[in-house]
Nanobody, 115 residues
Framework: QVQLVESGGGLVQAGGSLRRSCAAS????????MGWYRQTPGKERELVAT???????NYADSVKGRFTISRDNAKNTVYLQMNSLKPEDTAIYYC?????????WGQGTQVTVSS
């Protein structure tokens, strides 16, 4: 089994920054993709950013240039640096890990950006 434990998040003013982290434990294979998704009430969960174990990144257009995803393979940890936050970034953010056809999710953490 795989467990994902998130930290960071919270309340920040528009224009501010937050850093999220997510540590994976359990049966982690060398080749995987980790990432962040977010969800607001009444909407489907959407991609924020992903990063492969080889370092290939993918970002949603709405966060390009503001958010940076990174990972530490030795610690099985993924990070999300969020800069220039906007009120529309307010959502529950979920960490995810994809490997060998399976997906695992963190518990989700609220990020609120006040205007």
């Amino acid at each position: 089994q795989v467990q994902l434990v998130e930290s960071g998040g919270g309340l920040v003013q528009a224009g501010g920054s937050l850093r999220r982290s997510c540590a994976a434990s359990g049966s982690i294979f060398r080749l995987n993709v980790m990432g962040w998704y977010r969800q607001t009430p009444g909407k489907e969960r959407e991609l924020v950013a992903t990063i492969s174990s080889g370092g290939t990144t993918n970002y949603a257009d709405s966060v390009k240039g503001r958010f940076t995803i990174s990972r530490d393979n030795a610690k099985n940890t993924v990070y999300l640096q969020m800069n220039s936050l906007k009120p529309e970034d307010t959502a529950i953010y979920y960490c995810a890990l994809f490997q060998r056809g399976n997906q695992y999710w963190g518990q989700g953490t609220q990020v609120t950006v006040s205007s």
